[in-house]
């Protein structure tokens, strides 16, 4: 079969199998320069199959040499269709895992089901008696709690509507974009969804089956982001959840003494989670040109390695600020680089989109997401999309 993007808006319905194994030996590539650290051994990823989860795992895997369990929900090829980038990626990592003689075991199923809780248990029970890192890296639509109801998660605010500038990404042109206030339903569904309660189930799971090791570190991911998208992000309905997320963190502490949870506060990244947020998209590709031009961008696997290699694995312990986050943010809120994204923002139009925004670098992360434009696959070529990844399911 001869695979092509087909792309849809913020979403590309199809992903070539050769291209994101290519992406994920990219990835392995730039860990592998940053060398072996003493940090975990026996690693459970929930949310492991792309964005910040699948550089994590590869982090843990090459940086750390460890052993990785991955919980991921994505579909496998089918007659005709392709199956996800998560897919491909997964088969491409645990080959990756096989060359180092690592194990590497996948579940695919629904992160937030009692089954998959219970068949992770048994996997770790059966294959590895303990984990001692728990990274908690989904991003979903909506979540079936214990109870069987289906909470869905939106990105609106939380008072009033909002109006932006916002990049139309089926044109690229700049317009305006007007970001509906949320209902208290929807602020608590996105809470439900996206808030820490799931993480909080998992880690309840985990410690009464007596798999999580002495010491053993759990790390969830969040954003924060500047002013400037504050009323669609930070103080939006994902925000409202974000927040949960972080309040979960500490009560995790005080409940389980011998646990240490944390959140790592990472970089605006494009990933298939946040290209569908409106008006974060065009802050993403503004953000890209200053921070190109001032030399510190980095992508999901630079965040990775600095945060398992720079900061959660360090002599001295995690690298924290006042409020017990790790802050991956670091160079993406500097005074310097927010200054110019702000002076940016007010001046940017779609004639002058060039001088101020990287399109360019936000579209080549979106089609390497899904295995396209790298310029060393022959995308000409007949390819399999029957592709078997080891996975439980
Ligand atoms: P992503 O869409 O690339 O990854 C989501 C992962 O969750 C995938 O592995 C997917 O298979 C898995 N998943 C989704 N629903 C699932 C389910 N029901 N069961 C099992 N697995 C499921 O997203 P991402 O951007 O890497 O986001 C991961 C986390 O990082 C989120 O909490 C997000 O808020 C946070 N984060 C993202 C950014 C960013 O800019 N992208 C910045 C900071 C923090």
Redesign the pocket.
């Known amino acids: 079969m001869i695979i092509e993007p087909k792309v849809r808006e913020y979403i590309c319905t199809t992903a070539h199998p050769k291209g994101c194994e290519e992406s994920v030996r990219r990835q392995a590539e730039y860990a592998a320069k940053k060398g072996v650290t003493e940090g975990t051994r026996k690693a459970l990823i ?9 550089a994590s795992r590869i982090s843990a895997l090459v940086n750390c040499e460890a052993a990785t369990l991955g ?4 579909r496998p090829a089918n007659g005709r269709r392709t199956a996800t980038p ?1 897919w491909y990626n997964t088969a491409a990592f645990e080959k990756l895992s096989r060359e180092k003689g690592i194990y590497a075991r996948t579940i695919n ?4 089901s009692e089954e ?1 809780k219970a068949q992770t248990i048994e996997v770790i029970k059966q294959e590895l008696g303990c984990v001692d890192l728990v990274v ?5 639509p909506r ?1 079936t709690d214990k109870e069987g109801k289906t909470w869905s998660s939106c990105l609106k605010t939380t008072e009033k509507s909002f109006t932006e500038k916002s990049l139309d990404l089926r044109t690229n042109e700049i317009t305006e974009k007007t970001i509906p206030a949320a209902t208290e339903e929807e602020v608590l569904g996105t809470v439900k969804v ?1 808030g820490g309660e799931d993480w909080a189930d998992w880690i309840e799971a985990l410690s009464a089956a007596g798999v999580l090791a002495e010491n053993a570190v759990t790390v ?4 924060i982001g500047p002013k400037l998208t504050y009323p669609i992000y930070y103080e939006g309905t ?1 925000g409202a959840a ?1 927040q949960h ?1 972080h309040r979960t963190a500490a009560e995790l502490n005080r409940h389980y003494p011998g646990l240490r949870a944390y959140i790592s ?10 290209a569908a947020i409106p008006v ?1 998209p065009l802050y ?1 590709s503004i953000l890209y040109k200053v921070m190109k031009e001032q030399g510190n961008h980095e992508g ?1 696997i630079e965040q990775m390695t600095r945060l398992y290699t720079e900061k959660l694995y360090t002599a001295n312990g995690p690298v924290t600020d006042g409020n017990g986050f790790i802050r991956m ?1 670091d160079h993406e809120l500097t005074e310097q680089v927010q200054k110019q994204v702000q002076e940016a923002w007010e001046k940017v139009t779609t004639e002058n989109m060039a001088r101020y925004c990287d399109l360019e670098g936000y579209w080549e992360d979106f089609y390497h ?1 899904f295995g396209f434009h790298y310029d060393n696959i022959d995308y000409t070529a007949d390819v399999d999309p029957d592709v078997k990844i080891g996975s439980i399911s």
Do not use: H, P, W
Request: proline share 0%; hydrophobic share 45%.
């Open positions: 929930i949310g492991c199959s792309t964005g910040y989860g699948l919980i991921m929900f994505e998560g199923g629904d992160a937030f998959v908690y890296s989904l991003a979903a979540r996206m969830a991911y969040s954003y994902i974000k997320l506060v990472n970089k605006g990244l494009v990933t298939q989670a946040s974060v993403f999901c943010d997401m």
